[in-house]
């Protein structure tokens, strides 16, 4: 097996941007972490002994031979890149050699590994200060690599006396891991502290399979997952959208974007995530939103920021469409996206009480749509049948869902004969109605007149409210919300078959169809996999009445 660890030209050096530096038990297990996967690994254990300042990392990688441990910790030495074209098509984690030079400086490091074909036995290399080996022998080791950084920062008491309490260094070990678990989902984690088994993460085939081993509250069926092969060569989009009926936050916590195997910070796409859930959430809540974005290395600059989590995208605005495009699709209605695992509890109480108040509307109604109306609830719930089982859709949120995007497409104003009379507004409610483009003047004493409303108020006869309550603040955005509202089929109205299916049709083909403009959730699923169980058809007949 050839060296593949050299020692960086002069001019490829004086090109990199100085590194991140290694300030914390985190920054140390996210360097040795990067380097096994880099490595090939697909099982990682991470062992911890804060009180030691001791941190060792065991993969079952690709291992090195000997002379690749001889160059490991010297100075800019890397497998990763060789020229200065290099640093513009990075595909690993690490590339500037820097991590274990650092560490010698700081720490002891101590190196075993063993190459995966055709070595007998490992080595096993202590290095001193400034990355020279002091000590090689061979070492019983299974192929791989396990790196030890033991009394970090002994030299250095004033730097561990102003670092964070260990609870807080603890947390942050633990973030970084899960963090780099979601942009690695098939790599299995075993993580001690102090000799005693911490946590530990199994490999899955996808980040929206994974996550709820690290998002407890989050379950499989509370998440829809979206990968998208873009047109630029080599180029990918994954998304994992906790669904806005299932799963919010109170803190944008829970919006990650990664690149490459990497999380990265990036306000633009981040914001761009924000803007694909608004109107779909309660107020002041935030997604559950993991975008990982695989594409050629060209498309990025990881070199021109210190910090390897700072990049810089090639024609921002093409991705942030391609994110807007594909959070639309995964918030769009489909048999992923509504499963039994929502609020079945709640769907039993609902159907229990229009048991007891009044009867089903149940007809016949056959239709060509995935979604077929067979009944009302209380004049309130549209009782919905489907291939996988039933749905029960509040009717007034479901319309209101439908209107706010026809008037958001389409918001229109209309002229009206005569005026809509309003009486002692304030200079701030006059004010309020010419912000969203009411046409309104001075009538008389105490009077005005409003001559344009929207145009879904026409016929209304609650006109003059409705534009009073437009009247109390908010923006235009606010106003189309609550001329939706105000319009919506309210609940305690008798439709026909005919008018539930339209309503239905209509709100499939939204854009956010789970939640209303203000974040409620419209509709809760019961699927036939519940029914089966509940009535237990999985019984034998006989066996089931004692026979």
């Known amino acids: 097996m050839a060296s593949t660890i050299q020692v960086l030209p002069t001019e490829v050096v004086h090109l990199i941007t100085a590194g991140e530096v290694i300030d914390s038990l985190a920054a140390v297990v996210r360097e040795l972490v990067e380097n096994s996967l880099d490595a090939g690994a697909t099982r990682i254990v991470v062992y911890l002994s804060p009180n030691l300042w001791r941190v060792r990392v065991a993969d079952n990688g690709c291992g090195m031979n000997h002379d690749d441990l001889h160059k490991a910790a010297i100075a800019h030495s890397t497998s990763k890149i060789r020229s200065c074209a290099d640093l513009w098509k990075i595909r690993s984690l690490g590339f500037r050699g820097e991590a274990l030079h650092s560490l010698t400086t700081l720490a002891d490091l101590e190196i075993l590994s063993r190459p995966e074909k055709n070595y007998s036995d490992g080595l096993r290399v202590v290095y001193g200060y400034g990355g020279e080996p002091v000590l090689v022998e061979t070492a019983a080791i299974a192929s791989g690599t396990v790196v030890t950084v033991s009394n970090l920062f002994g030299n250095w008491s004033a730097r561990r006396q102003g670092m964070p309490s260990a609870a807080q260094q603890i947390k942050a070990v633990q973030t970084t891991i899960q963090q780099i678990a979601l942009c690695h989902p098939e790599v299995s984690w075993q993580v001690w502290q102090n000799d005693r088994e911490w946590f530990t993460i199994s490999p899955a085939t996808t980040t929206g399979k994974l996550l709820p081993q690290i998002l407890n509250q989050v379950r499989q069926g509370d998440l829809h997952e979206v990968k998208i092969k873009l047109p630029l060569p080599n180029s990918e989009l994954n998304i994992v959208v906790g669904l806005p009926d299932r799963c919010h936050r109170h803190r944008p916590d829970w919006v990650r974007v990664a690149i490459n195997g990497r999380m990265v910070k990036s306000q633009e796409l981040e914001h761009t995530i924000l803007s694909g859930f608004h109107r779909t959430l309660p107020r002041d809540r935030y997604p559950v939103c993991l975008l990982h974005l695989v594409i050629s290395p060209e498309q990025i600059d990881w070199n021109r920021h210190p910090a390897k989590s700072e990049i810089y995208l090639k024609d921002m605005g093409y991705w942030q469409e391609q994110i807007s495009s594909a959070i639309d699709q995964a918030l769009r209605l489909n048999s992923d996206t509504l499963k039994e695992s929502v609020h079945i509890s709640r769907v039993g109480k609902l159907l229990k009480a229009a048991e007891e108040k009044s009867g089903y509307n149940l007809k016949e109604n056959k239709t060509p749509n995935s979604l077929k109306a067979v009944g009302q609830i209380n004049n309130t719930y549209i009782v919905v049948e489907h291939p996988g089982g039933m749905w029960l859709v509040e009717q007034h949120i479901a319309h209101e869902r439908v209107l706010y995007e026809k008037i958001c497409n389409d918001w229109q ?84 078959l005919p008018q539930m299916q339209t309503l239905l049709d209509e709100w499939q083909s939204t854009r956010n169809p789970h939640t209303c403009p203000h974040g409620r959730p419209i509709c809760l699923s019961l699927e036939e996999s519940s029914l089966a169980r509940f009535f237990r058809r999985n019984w034998v007949i006989g066996k089931s009445h004692g026979i």
């Open 413 to 496: 104003l209309i002229s009206i004969e005569p005026p809509v009379l309003l009486y002692q507004l304030s200079p701030v409610q006059v004010s309020q109605i010419q912000r969203i483009g009411l046409d309104i003047e001075p009538f008389g004493e105490q009077l005005w007149a409003v001559r344009t409303i929207p145009a879904m108020l026409q016929k209304r006869e609650d006109c003059a409210e409705a534009i009073l309550e437009l009247s109390l603040g908010g923006n235009l955005e606010a106003a189309q919300v609550a001329v939706a509202c105000r319009s919506a089929i309210r609940n305690g109205t008798v439709l026909s």
